[in-house]
Structures are given as C-alpha cells and as structure tokens.
C-alpha cells in the first residue's frame, strides 16, 4: 500500500523521540545543539516529541489511562515539584515606532553593573560580548563585569539579543529561576512572583540541569514562583517583545497586569476598581505614544468608566462610583487598538 512508507517514516521519527527524551537528564551541551538541529529540521520531530514527552508525563500521573491527543509543541513538562498547567493561545499585532534611549549604567563595587529605568523610560545596552539587550520603563537590571556572561533581572522587562557561545553560554536570573541562552532573541517579564518567558529566535533553557526545559520559537512560559505553577503557550514570534513597538498582546490574563505594562511604558498609574483588576481580558492594544489617548481607548475596551487626575487614571465599572470627578470623558473611537474583552 501507498501508505506504508510514510507509516515507517512515523515510526522512526517516534523512535527518535523516545530516544531523545530518554537522554534529556544527562544531556551535554552539545547534545542539546543536536537536539535544537534535529528538532528544527522537520516540523514532525517537534510533533513526535511533543508527544512523547507529553504523553509520558501523563501516564507518569495516570498509568490506568491512555494519554488524551495533544496538540504539537516542542516543550516538556519538569519532572520536580512545579505544577504543570496547559494552556493554549496566539498572538497578532501591528506595529507602532517607539523610540529608544541609550543610557549610561552604574558600576557597583559587587561585581555587577545595575542598570535601571524609571517609568517611561527605556535603555538599550550593549555588551562587550556583542550581546544587546532592550530594556523597558520601570526595571532593574544587574550585568556581571567581566568575561562572565550573566545577567539578574529584578523588576520589569526587558528583550535579550543574545550573541550565542557554546563554551559560555549567557544566562539570565530571575529570583530562584534561570534561563540560558541557546542562540536566542527573547522577552522576559519579572513583576512579582510571576516570571514571563517568550522566544523569538533560537532556543532558551528554563532551569538548566536536572529540571531542564527547553523552549523554542513562539514559545511562551509563565512561572509563579510563589505556587510553584507553569503555564505554557504559544504566541506569533513576531509579537514577542512587542512593547518596544507599542503593541501588548494578552490571552486571559487580568487586567492589572495591562496596567503594570502601561506604568513601565507611559510611567503613570491607571488604578483600577477591585471588579476591574482580577477581569481577564484578552486581545492586543496598540499605543499612541499619548497616554492621553491610549488609556481612554483602553477604558472603552474593557466597558470602564475613566477620571484623569495627574499622574493617576481611575478606571471603574459603570455601576461604580468614580473617585473624582476630574477630566471625566468618554473613549475616543478613533483611538489605535484593538481587542476583545472578557467580562
């Protein structure tokens, strides 16, 4: 029969898989080059693992079941004490031209160099090592001297353009957890407990060692450190690190995290009435460059009543009081953006 080749070819490729996942706990660096090769050069081996490796960890969890079809991916859940959480999603935006600030840093006597934006503000940096990284308003950022290729980021948000070194591979830090570069372009987010991990380009390695795991292109990992819980999904590679063009794209989640992005991107404040805050919301937005118009329009989106006063802009349901009764208005219709809105 016609099919039987390609039932063969199936068969081998699972193979491989197996193989593959079976070494992922002893794995050297070179191996784990090997491992990006064979993935990237057949969308079907990053299926086959998926599934192996999906699938394994199901029956880890319910051997008196078969595992459910999974859809493909080329990310593993850890074997340790994270909960794993699957997720799905994708991500479109348009482009905005957002200019960037190149800032000088400040050199401690520990050993790194700490670089921090108020919000508002960006800074590009580049390294010795030929790596660059966009830093967004509101962040802190600590670079190692020296021919030591690690940087901490404590707050905020920041894209790694990472000149890749197989002998020294740059890594970043982020409280308890750690990333290390295979070839990468990447985005990191650290507000809080939760930590944001999307890749654009290459491969990045989330807890190098025995919980490793490996995230490709349009992957995207959020951490909560303070419940030990993973959730993954997948963006478009083009949205990745979408602030430093004004774009923000979100998949369900609250909308106070919409306002974190607005402080670091615009430096003011949008306070948010206690029904606003935990409302998933999901969709894009595309900024202005004038919080003055992007905030009404994103009031608009989410049925929100808006007060403007200062640096502060008071969001409230309808059926809420305002605050104050200051620079009240309605959202212009013409304002950039676009979304969808969960109630």
Do not use: C
């Not at 000149?163 to 372009?185: C, E, I, K, W, Y």
């Not at 974190?260 to 805050?277: F, I, K, N, P, W």
């Not at 309808?318 to 959202?331: D, H, L, S």
């Amino acid at each position: 029969m016609t099919t039987q080749p390609n039932n063969i070819a199936h068969s081998a490729i699972i193979d491989q898989a197996i193989d593959w996942h079976m070494q992922q706990s002893t794995m050297t660096t070179a191996d784990w080059q090997a491992f990006i090769l064979w993935l990237e050069a057949d969308p079907a081996h990053a299926a086959a693992f998926d599934r192996v490796a999906l699938d394994d960890s199901y029956v880890a969890q319910r051997p008196d079941l078969l595992p459910p079809p999974v859809r493909a991916t080329v990310l593993r859940p850890p074997r340790s004490r994270w909960l794993w959480v699957a997720g799905g999603g994708g991500a479109l935006a348009a482009s905005v031209a957002v200019a960037l600030l190149v800032m000088p840093a400040l050199r401690g006597g520990d050993g790194f160099t700490t670089i921090t934006t108020q919000p508002g503000e960006r800074r590009d940096l580049a390294l010795d090592d030929g790596t660059r990284i966009e830093l967004s308003g509101g962040s802190r950022l600590r670079v190692q001297d020296g021919k030591a290729r690690l940087a901490m980021l404590d707050a905020g948000e920041a894209t790694f353009h990472v000149r890749h070194d197989a002998r020294n591979p740059f890594t970043v830090q982020s409280g308890g957890l750690t990333l290390r570069d295979m070839g990468t372009v990447f985005n990191v987010l650290r507000s809080g407990p939760q930590l944001d991990v999307q890749v654009a380009e290459g491969a990045v390695m989330f807890q190098p060692g025995r919980q490793a795991m490996l995230l490709t292109p349009g992957a995207a990992l959020a951490v909560r450190e303070d419940v030990h819980r993973l959730t993954l999904t997948r963006v478009a590679v083009e949205s990745v690190g979408g602030w430093r063009q004004g774009r923000l794209s979100f998949a369900g989640q609250p909308l106070e995290r919409l306002a974190e992005a607005v402080h670091r991107l615009y430096g003011v404040t949008m306070v948010l009435d206690a029904g606003l805050s935990a409302r998933p919301f999901t969709g894009m937005v595309s900024f202005s460059g004038i919080a003055a118009k992007d905030i009404p329009h994103i009031a608009s989106l989410v049925g929100a009543k808006w007060r403007h006063d200062g640096e502060h802009w008071f969001l409230t349901r309808p059926e809420v009081a305002p605050p104050a009764n200051i620079g009240a208005g309605t959202a212009d219709a013409g304002s950039p953006g676009s979304a969808r809105r969960h109630n």
